[in-house]
Structure formats: structure tokens, C-alpha cells
């Protein structure tokens, strides 16, 4: 998992709450998403961005927010944390035109809503 | 809306057995397929991948092939080791932009090798 660095790595949020989880690279990577991974799931695609400025939705998007102010950071805010959004959330970050053995992702991480 | 997907939810085998996972796209337009190996508590490893253009890929005791007619593609393992306990993922790259901008993610498949 070189370049991507997430944090918090562990949160336990009230539901309600709202929070921001950091995703930092330094790669220079014009690409970052987020996805969401339930247990028993594959990763599903929350926001992406192709360069600073550019934002997009991806297959779940409700109840998320992102912005892309800087190529090297990609934070994700949860506007009002629901139960349902309890889930292990990875950053992903790559080069336009990237295989899949450049595609890096962070560690993980592990939200719990209560 | 399109989706990836595997048969089989589970697979258990013997140390030095060859070991398929499997999985099923509905994108007839996908052309480019990764492979993804996921351990407990981490991100997706990447193993392999594969363009439309080609049928087979080999690796390092690991193959890709992919049917474009059944929308298929499968991971071949060979020689299985306890070090390849973890769960597959098949993935699709979806993104306008060269794709790596979004991944379509099938289930998973955890596969468990026994000494």
C-alpha cells in the first residue's frame, strides 16, 4: 500500500454524527476513490476523482460527501452518520491510463455507527 | 445496473491442489479484468489481470482466463499454498478515464487451502 495513507484507521461514531476520513497520497496521482466494503461484500464505489477540482458519484453515494481541492488529498465526510453506514471504507489512487498492478490502495478504514 | 459476480462463496482445499475461482460479469463492453487477493483486516492485493483482447494471462502459479461469449473469467492457482488463504475478488474497470477511477467489484470468494 505504498503512497495512500488513511486516517483514522478505527472510528465509532454516533448516529447523527458527521466526520471526515482523511485519504492522503503522494504519488501525484491525478486519480483517488473511495469505496465502501460490507462484510461478506467486494469493495463498492462511493466517489472518484480524475484530477484536483473533479469529483463524481459512484454506486453509493447517499449520505457521503467529497472535494478534491488538492491532487494529494481526497477526504470523505459523512454528512449525518446512519447504523447503515457502518463499513471498512478504502481510498484508492492511480495514474490516468493505470493497470491494475498500479492501482494502490490504503489500509482500511474500520467505521462503526452506533 | 451492470455487476460482477462469482459462483461460489467459498472454496476449501488441500495444500498442492490446483484451485478455480470464478466469476461472472454482465458488461458485455468490460475490457479490462483484475484479479484481487484480500487477507484479513487489509486492502486489496493485486494478483493479476487481463484485457478483452487476450483469452488467457499467466502469471506466477496463477492464470486468468477469460470468455467473452458466457461473460466468464476465472482465476486458476497452481500448487496451492496456506499462504494463499484469503478472499478473491474479481474486478471490472469501469471508468471512462482509463479506468482505474472505478472498480466494479464482484462478491468475493474465500478461499481456504489445509495443510
Known sequence: ?114 | GESVGLHLPTLSVQEGDNSIINCAYSNSASDYFIWYKQESGKGPQFIIDIRSNMDKRQGQRVTVLLNKTVKHLSLQIAATQPGDSAVYFCAEASGTQGGSEKLVFGKGMKLTVNP
Open chain 1, 1 to 114: 500500500n505504498a503512497g495512500v495513507t488513511q486516517t483514522p484507521k478505527f472510528q465509532v461514531l454516533k448516529t447523527g454524527q458527521s466526520m471526515t476520513l482523511q485519504c492522503a497520497q503522494d504519488m501525484n496521482h491525478e486519480y483517488m476513490s473511495w469505496y465502501r466494503q460490507d462484510p461478506g461484500m467486494g469493495l463498492r464505489l462511493i466517489h472518484y476523482s480524475v484530477g484536483a477540482g473533479i469529483t463524481d458519484q459512484g454506486e453509493v453515494p447517499n449520505g457521503y460527501n467529497v472535494s478534491r481541492s488538492t491532487t494529494e488529498d481526497f477526504p470523505l465526510r459523512l454528512l449525518s452518520a446512519a447504523p447503515s453506514q457502518t463499513s471498512v471504507y478504502f481510498c484508492a489512487s492511480s495514474r490516468s491510463g493505470s493497470s491494475g498492478n498500479t492501482i494502490y490502495f490504503g489500509e482500511g478504514s474500520w467505521l462503526t455507527v452506533v
